[in-house]
């Protein structure tokens, strides 16, 4: 069985450390703790790496944000997605920071890089949006807010989730999606025993 998680972001070190990134940096993480690099395949950063019987993939893509789907319904046909689990990983400015929604056939909800997705593979997929709050003053607009870097506390909350999400997805590969969305969906969500 292979389960793909494609982080949502936009490429480059100019946006790396921004809120709107927190797919990119999600799948970075995750494959530090696995020892993997990523290395480019056609429109894609790949990652790959085994947990117990299952091949996990991390895709980011090398495209901005508005046209991350791009190269990806051809991506998953090679990979044989019938036997497969495919999850997109983005931010969500409806949900507090901290809080995580693993969720499958929601619409895009303004969010240009799960359009993207949707309208190259043709539904919405299983997601996990993670919480990065609204702008706290009306003169910001959303687009700025998400562009911006993250707080420092903001890091540190992240960090300190991080091995939550890990657990979450490690779920999702050994008892399947249902017990994965009871655990994540949780507020907060508890730490791994």
């Not at 997605?81 to 949900?95: C, G, R, Y």
Request: with cysteine.
């Amino acid at each position: 069985m292979k389960l793909i998680l494609l982080g949502l972001g936009n490429p480059g070190q100019k946006y790396s450390l921004t809120r709107h990134n927190i797919g990119h940096w999600f799948l970075d993480q995750f494959a530090n703790l696995n020892s993997s690099k990523f290395e480019t395949k056609a429109d894609f950063l790949v990652s790959q790496f085994l947990y117990l019987r299952v091949n996990i993939f991390l895709l980011k893509s090398t495209s901005f944000m508005n046209q991350n789907g791009i190269g990806l319904l051809n991506f998953l046909k090679i990979m044989n997605p019938a036997s497969d689990q495919f999850l997109v990983v983005h931010d969500e400015i409806n949900l507090p920071q901290g809080k995580v929604k693993l969720s499958s056939g929601k619409s895009a909800g303004g969010h240009n890089g799960v359009k993207s997705v949707i309208n190259e593979i043709g539904y919405s997929p299983i997601r996990m949006r993670i919480g990065i709050d609204s702008p706290s003053s009306p003169s910001v607009s959303m687009s700025d807010y998400v562009l911006e870097n993250f707080t420092s506390s903001e890091i540190a909350n992240n960090h300190s989730l991080l091995p939550k999400l890990v657990h979450g997805i490690h779920l999702l590969c050994d008892r399947g999606l249902s017990f994965a969305t009871n655990y994540i969906n949780r507020y907060p969500i508890p730490c791994p025993s």
